[in-house]
């Protein structure tokens, strides 16, 4: 990142990874359930110099507070309030927004809530969306709902890429900051994961909605990235979703389960094209005719010339 600044909500400080602080544009990048703000390194430099992107960690997880009142805080309406008064900060009337996984189904209830509707400009869900596999679901709540211990680094790293591995990484490199950045060591030296081990009681305390309506209340532009290999969104839930949203724009990665890390061109140019567009003409993805500028710089890459 190249800045970092922090936003107080009631007792919680909420840090926020800003890249190209001085770009013209800006987006909010918001992460998944056990994640942090982090994960978009790669997606705010692939997206270019012309974005700020802002990526809050959410309390709970990376550099953010913990929460006294797990109950209370570690849920989706505390979110919202969380996310309404990271915009206030940077005086954000109108912004779009990226979400993997949990931050996907915020932003989802941001642009259906009328209260916030307004504030989100275009709305990018990776690998989520109004209905999830509740098989998927069940695993990772189960996952996410125990205390992880670790008694040498190098286990860490190994179950990492062992849960993780839907995250499609293929650099060495990466997965090595991956560990880096998700490990955080106890008192008596053993070592376990960054984020307080409370967040898995959302599943617990958190009001179950008709998130369908949620999706159908929508009225900005809608892109979900899916994984192909992804155990929590469905390729048939992608068809409802566009039903109920004739203009959504889909985009499957390959490699991918849940979910895709938006860590390579591929991934990223497509949500670029999608950030792009004039508001009022959002076309289907799947639209013929000339490829776009993303599509030709793929062709580019893989050495064909017909680009």
């Given at each position: 990142?190249?800045?970092?600044?922090?936003?107080?909500?009631?007792?919680?400080?909420?840090?926020?990874?800003?890249?190209?602080?001085?770009?013209?544009?800006?987006?909010?990048?918001?992460?998944?359930?056990?994640?942090?703000?982090?994960?978009?390194?790669?997606?705010?430099?692939?997206?270019?110099?012309?974005?700020?992107?802002?990526?809050p960690?959410?309390?709970g997880?990376?550099?953010?507070?913990?929460?006294?009142?797990?109950?209370?805080?570690?849920?989706?309406?505390?979110y919202?309030t969380?996310?309404?008064?990271?915009?206030?900060?940077?005086?954000?009337?109108?912004?779009?927004?990226?979400?993997?996984?949990?931050?996907?189904?915020?932003?989802?209830?941001?642009?259906?809530?009328?209260?916030?509707?307004?504030?989100?400009?275009?709305?990018?869900?990776?690998?989520?969306?109004?209905?999830?596999?509740?098989?998927?679901?069940?695993?990772?709540?189960?996952?996410?709902?125990?205390?992880?211990?670790?008694?040498?680094?190098s286990?860490?790293?190994?179950?990492?890429?062992?849960?993780?591995?839907?995250?499609?990484?293929?650099?060495?490199?990466?997965?090595?900051?991956?560990?880096?950045?998700?490990?955080?060591?106890?008192?008596?030296?053993?070592?376990?994961?960054?984020?307080?081990?409370?967040?898995g009681?959302?599943?617990?305390?958190?009001?179950?909605?008709?998130?369908?309506?949620?999706?159908?209340?929508?009225?900005?532009?809608?892109?979900?990235?899916?994984?192909?290999?992804?155990?929590?969104?469905?390729?048939?839930?992608?068809?409802a979703?566009?039903?109920?949203?004739?203009?959504?724009?889909?985009?499957?990665?390959?490699?991918?389960?849940?979910?895709?890390?938006?860590?390579?061109?591929e991934?990223?140019?497509?949500?670029?094209?999608?950030?792009?567009?004039?508001?009022?003409?959002?076309?289907?993805?799947?639209?013929?005719?000339?490829?776009?500028w993303?599509?030709?710089?793929?062709?580019?890459?893989?050495g064909?010339?017909?680009?």
């Open positions: 990142m190249d800045e970092l600044d922090w936003v107080r909500v009631r007792e919680l400080e909420v840090a926020v990874r800003i890249w190209h602080p001085d770009a013209p544009r800006t987006l909010v990048a918001w992460h998944g359930l056990a994640r942090h703000g982090g994960d978009f390194a790669a997606f705010a430099r692939t997206l270019g110099p012309d974005w700020r992107v802002l990526a960690d959410t309390p997880r990376g550099l953010s507070s913990w929460s006294l009142y797990p109950e209370h805080d570690y849920l989706y309406a505390h919202m969380i996310a309404a008064t990271v915009l206030d900060h940077f005086g954000l009337e109108r912004v779009p927004w990226v979400g993997t996984s949990m931050g996907g189904l915020l932003g989802m209830r941001l642009a259906a809530d009328p209260i916030t509707a307004d504030r989100i400009d275009r709305l990018v869900l990776n690998d989520v969306g109004p209905e999830l596999d509740p098989d998927g679901l069940a695993d990772l709540a189960g996952y996410f709902g125990v205390p992880h211990r670790f008694s040498r680094f286990e860490l790293a190994a179950e990492l890429r062992r849960h993780y591995a839907g995250f499609g990484i293929e650099d060495q490199a990466a997965w090595r900051r991956l560990a880096l950045e998700s490990a955080r060591r106890l008192p008596d030296g053993s070592w376990t994961y960054h984020y307080d081990p409370r967040i009681e959302q599943f617990v305390h958190d009001t179950p909605r008709d998130t369908w309506a949620d999706w159908q209340a929508i009225r900005c532009p809608l892109m979900v990235v899916r994984g192909a290999d992804s155990p929590l969104l469905r390729a048939e839930t992608i068809e979703m566009r039903r109920a949203q004739p203009e959504l724009v889909s985009l499957e990665a390959p490699g991918c389960g849940h979910a895709p890390m938006l860590d390579r061109p991934q990223v140019w497509p949500i670029a094209d999608f950030l792009g567009r004039p508001r009022h003409r959002q076309l289907p993805g799947t639209a013929e005719g000339a490829p776009t993303w599509q030709r710089g793929l062709r580019w890459l893989k064909d010339g017909t680009g």
